[in-house]
């Protein structure tokens, strides 16, 4: 049993843990407030009204779940401790403080190990990691890669959880591990660093959550978070919390703790100064390996249908899942498909409480003459089932599943066979009738390309490693040898940087009247005629990002392409069929991908590096090449070579091309970012130039 103190002397009320202050009543809404109320606000909005499922894992004071009990549309909460004195005093002594949280209707404590409850966990909204500072190696195996991919499996597709990540001021380097850690389990997340007087009067400095979720959180979602009025922290406090030292991120670039390796960065920590410039950091998933049990992610670059299906064929036999199946079934467009059997699977409940389940499983076997023996021998058992009783929700979604995709498998059958089927089908823009997508189209024009407006050159979508779609931005450069031409993007490496067909990597930030190469010693700045007209320095962070990205892709290209081949074998029998010549053409656009990746990697590795930069902690970098400088409010154009030019906030005089590009940098700031320093400025510009700057295109 864990050493309890609870302090009440002179009016206070603070509770210690092995010599470890756990909260302290004057400030601990303060902590406990963003901790659950962040996640809630993010996943009400995701779930569109849905009943909320929350899980809190420690917390056994109670103080977080009564937060999460505040909130609109939670109907089931559980609470995971191990340490029964603590909940024993969440009951008696805490009770006033956590207004009775362990005793509402809506809530179920289990004493015992989070790990063993992850083990059969799933279909959670919110998670609350509200675990104890990691000093041993049983601390640390709760902030392992092992432990955050179970959490992952437990959540739904669009959950979010939130972590009690130590201070990213005192210890950055362990903050920063538990964010890697989170993001090799899958888990993209955002940092948030706040004061807590109490922590801070007993030595443990500033203090940081990680929010994290399988699908990234935006800057959006969390600038619409509203806290409710009677709450200590406001959004005010959150967004400001949002922001870190420039210089923390690289700090924190570490790798994830598998084992013990956080113990080492708690004990070897390096204080960092908690000054300006500031900014807010995000931390991508990295590794988005399939685990048999799991619906989402898959190793490498999931561009086609095969990535999923030759993971699962690699499963043995008795390990092969209809889950699994379900997530790589060749079904029209791959990016909906995939999301639309995900929230299938999240609202499965309501679904089968609108289903006559007698009737349905009686029409059933009345026509299951055909089936397979294994498929009439399963309706028979579940007949039998319905007889003595309609079984649970918890045993009927165990058993959907399987209904599910037998349903699936019968529909595409039936469409490649008879394809003016209502089923997995669209209308052509050439008005050429119903067309099945059997995997995802890939004529040797255009690559992936989707039809939806905006003509032919650019209206089709882009996937990234984990099979997530961006809508493809224009590209156009102008070849010396052959003239301007629209280039097309083959593979988002990340949200901002895309893989062209020639080996360039464009930066596709949606600053209008501009498009960006990016190389290892500049950003290049194109006007839409696709001519360079600045040269900048790439700024100290995108060039490596770069470079690593690329790395890592030529692996898991590779396996792609040895996965689709397998793909191609299985789908032999659909060779007759127009969608299944569709989907034998994406092999010709996966070396094509893979061709312009080793011209990537090649121009990369041969090409010098960008001049350094030095620090000047009045500067604050707003785009690559681009800073503010705080001191003399201005702003500083940093060229390739390195050398600076520094432009006032007044309009200038004269407009030069320089002077438009940073006016559509300072819009991108303010419209897309909402940094409002620069709206003034914006507003100002547009009133002395107006339609001069569009620039010269």
Not at 128 to 137: A, E, K, M, S, Y
Not at 298 to 317: H, I, K, N
Not at 535 to 544: D, E, N, Q, T, Y
Request: glycine share 8%; net charge neutral.
């Amino acid at each position: 049993m864990s050493g309890l103190f609870l302090d009440t002397r002179a009016g206070r009320l603070a509770l210690y843990l092995n010599g470890d202050l756990q909260f302290d009543r004057d400030d601990e809404e303060l902590y406990h407030q963003p901790l659950a109320l962040v996640p809630l606000a993010l996943v009400s909005r995701r779930a569109a009204g849905r009943k909320l499922r929350v899980l809190v894992l420690g917390g056994g004071d109670g103080l977080a779940l009564r937060e999460i009990l505040k909130c609109p549309g939670v109907d089931e909460a559980h609470l995971v401790d191990h340490d029964a004195a603590v909940l024993d005093l969440a009951r008696s002594r805490l009770a006033d403080l956590n207004r009775g949280a362990l005793s509402d209707a809506r809530v179920r404590v289990h004493v015992g190990d989070a790990r063993d409850f992850l083990s059969g966990a799933r279909g959670f909204d919110a998670i609350v990691c509200d675990l104890t500072f990691p000093r041993d190696l049983a601390g640390a195996a709760v902030f392992t890669v092992d432990f955050f991919r179970s959490v992952r499996r437990a959540l739904t597709p669009r959950g979010v959880i939130a972590v009690n990540a130590l201070s990213p001021e005192l210890t950055p380097e362990a903050f920063g591990c538990i964010a890697v850690t989170l993001a090799t389990a899958g888990l993209a997340s955002v940092p948030y660093a706040f004061v807590l007087p109490s922590f801070v009067t007993e030595g443990y400095g500033r203090w940081g959550f990680l929010f994290a979720s399988p699908e990234p959180i935006t800057d959006q979602e969390l600038d619409e978070i509203q806290f409710p009025t009677a709450a200590r922290v406001t959004s005010a406090d959150l967004r400001a919390g949002l922001e870190l030292p420039h210089s923390a991120l690289d700090r924190m670039k570490l790798s994830p703790n598998v084992r013990d390796e956080l113990l080492y960065y708690v004990a070897n920590g390096t204080p960092i100064a908690w000054t300006e410039p500031f900014q807010r950091h995000r931390f991508a998933a990295t590794n988005e390996r399939r685990e048999s049990s799991e619906v989402i992610g898959s190793p490498g670059p999931r561009l086609t249908a095969a990535q999923a299906f030759a993971a699962w064929l690699r499963e043995p036999a008795g390990r092969r899942s209809l889950a699994e199946l379900l997530a790589c079934l060749p079904l029209a467009r791959r990016g909906q498909t995939r999301e639309l059997v995900l929230e299938w699977s999240t609202n499965a409940d309501s679904l089968l409480r609108g289903v006559d389940l007698r009737l349905f499983v009686d029409r059933l076997l009345e026509r299951a003459g055909s089936l397979p023996a294994a498929w009439r021998r399963e309706l028979s058992e579940l007949a039998a089932r319905v007889k003595s009783g309609i079984p649970s929700m918890r045993e009927l979604l165990e058993g959907a599943w399987r209904v599910f995709a037998v349903f699936l498998l019968v529909l595409l059958v039936a469409n490649l066979t008879f394809p003016d089927n209502a089923y997995a089908k669209h209308t052509g823009s050439s008005g050429s009738g119903p067309q099945l997508a059997f995997s995802d189209p890939a004529p040797s024009s255009a690559p992936f390309r989707d039809h939806v407006g905006g003509g032919p050159r650019f209206g089709y979508y882009v996937y990234d490693s984990g099979g997530r779609e961006y809508r493809a931005q224009p590209f156009m450069f102008a070849d010396p040898a052959r003239g301007p031409r629209p280039l097309i993007s083959l593979l988002a490496l990340s949200p901002d940087l895309r893989l062209l067909e020639t080996g360039m990597v464009s930066y596709a930030v949606p600053i209008p009247a501009y498009e960006f190469v990016v190389q290892p010693d500049r950003l290049g700045v194109l006007n839409l005629a696709g001519r360079e007209v600045l040269a900048l320095h790439p700024g100290p962070s995108l060039p490596g990002q770069t470079t690593q990205l690329l790395a890592t892709q030529a692996p898991l290209l590779d396996r792609a392409l040895a996965d689709h081949q397998r793909w191609l074998d299985w789908t032999r029998w659909a060779r007759g069929f127009g969608p299944g010549q569709e989907a034998s053409s994406e092999l010709t656009q996966l070396e094509r991908i893979r061709a312009a990746l080793g011209s990537a990697r090649t121009t990369w590795m041969s090409a010098p590096a960008a001049p350094r930069l030095g620090e000047d902690r009045q500067r604050s970098m707003i785009f690559p090449g681009v800073v503010f400088d705080q001191s003399r409010q201005e702003l500083v154009v940093i060229h390739a070579d390195g050398t600076e030019r520094a432009h006032s906030l007044t309009p200038p005089a004269m407009l030069t091309e320089e002077d438009r590009f940073l006016f559509w940098v300072l819009y991108y700031r303010v419209t897309s970012l909402r940094d409002a320093r620069f709206r003034t400025v914006v507003d100002r510009w547009r009133d002395a130039y107006g339609a001069h700057l569009a620039g010269s295109g």
